[in-house]
């Protein structure tokens, strides 16, 4: 059997790509397959053919006979078509598969152009949020139903990940314990100033286990300014059958922010069925030499991907603060490099009803939820009574 070469045009948005690979090769189990890219001199500094290549490996390794990349000015028509008549000229294929979803406009004319004239040539384009197109040398259409995972997403856009997706409570748990952080705000407030403090870094640094009962008597009213005793703090510690003599920094997380994020976790992939390659919890990420930790991310049934910003409250001025600088943290999150479909999303347990910073998340292109879509009626009248 003869080579196949497929080619890929290579630009900012990588998944279109992988979806292509990913269909092709479940509808054409072909071997002895090229990976021809047709890229830029900038789209190669970002390493956007690597990150495609790093997306499919555990797909590409079976089918693959080589990588192949041809340079192109993506503003010169010409020259790009010259490239790939040298291409081509050097190199004999039975059949080439083209898709020209990727580069620039003038990339997709030149390549379309060049592939309809060249033997044994099949040109595919995929429109955003459409199906894909068979465009020479018949027309017909495909409905792709291919799923990116979380890791193949990440990997598309060269960014590194790590998380667990482990939680310490289950939803049926998780969906109720917003009653008793409400019950207990002041000692809530007190535990997160605790842990924030010098003093406590210091008592658990290196992964120690705290004992809240031995805590300096000095020390701790030093941290603690609303009153809040020891004895209040260890009580909070049996509502969740913590051991006060023996609390983990993981279990104090929980209680001063961690058990919501579980929630919307839990509560997003119970309600839109979202496989566990799908969605994730507490993700750190490294892109580059930036690094930061996403609350939860998850892939939709079109391969978007949505980022979402946990505070469990935001109430007052203190709170409005950290609404504010939320919203702007997930902005800039977005702009540096999910892809141009990826979503923004903040949620809370709050209810907003600020204009300024409704406005802001509207003008930030970011889907606020709050307490009034996160609760059920039954939920909602626990709190009103």
């Not at 269909?23 to 071997?31: G, I, L």
């Not at 790590?162 to 207990?184: A, D, G, H, P, T």
């Not at 994020?261 to 490294?286: G, M, R, S, T, Y």
Request: with cysteine; charged share 25%.
């Amino acid at each position: 059997m003869g080579k196949t070469a497929i080619i890929l045009l290579v630009s900012q948005q990588t998944i279109p790509n992988v979806i292509f690979l990913k269909w092709f090769f479940k509808n054409n189990m072909q071997t002895n397959v090229d990976i021809i890219f047709v890229s830029t001199h900038k789209m190669e500094v970002d390493e956007k053919s690597d990150c495609i290549k790093n997306a499919t490996n555990f797909m590409l390794i079976k089918f693959i006979s080589s990588f192949n990349t041809i340079i192109v000015n993506e503003n010169n028509m010409q020259q790009i078509q010259s490239e790939l008549k040298k291409y081509f000229t050097k190199h004999s294929y039975q059949n080439v598969i083209a898709n020209i979803t990727g580069g620039t406009k003038l990339m997709s004319i030149a390549a379309y152009d060049f592939f309809k004239n060249l033997a044994n040539s099949e040109i595919y384009y995929q429109p955003i949020n459409d199906d894909l197109q068979k465009l020479n040398p018949t027309k017909e259409m495909y409905e792709v139903k291919e799923l990116v995972t979380l890791d193949e997403y990440f990997k598309a856009y060269g960014i590194k990940t790590e998380y667990k997706n482990k939680c310490l409570f289950s939803f049926e748990v998780n969906k109720n314990i917003y009653k008793i952080i409400e019950k207990n705000k002041d000692v809530v407030n007190a535990l997160r100033a605790c842990r924030n403090s010098d003093y406590f870094k210091k008592k658990t640094k290196g992964g120690k286990l705290a004992n809240f009962n031995e805590l300096d008597e000095e020390q701790f009213t030093k941290v603690i300014k609303n009153g809040v005793s020891k004895k209040e703090i260890c009580d909070l510690f049996s509502e969740f059958k913590f051991d006060s003599n023996a609390v983990s920094g993981e279990q104090i997380d929980y209680i001063i922010g961690g058990w919501f994020e579980e929630f919307v976790f839990q509560k997003i992939q119970k309600e839109q069925n979202i496989p566990n390659d799908k969605i994730a919890i507490n993700v750190k990420i490294k892109k580059g030499e930036t690094e930061q930790e996403l609350d939860v991310v998850y892939i939709d049934t079109k391969n978007k991907l949505h980022v979402i910003e946990c505070k469990s409250y935001v109430d007052g001025n203190k709170g409005s603060d950290v609404l504010s600088n939320a919203l702007y943290k997930i902005q800039a999150i977005i702009k540096s490099g999910f892809g141009l479909s990826a979503k923004s999303h903040l949620y809370t347990m709050s209810v907003v009803n600020k204009k300024s910073a409704l406005n802001r998340a509207k003008d930030f292109n970011i889907t606020l939820v709050d307490r009034t879509s996160l609760l059920s009626n039954e939920d909602k009248e626990f709190v009103d009574g």
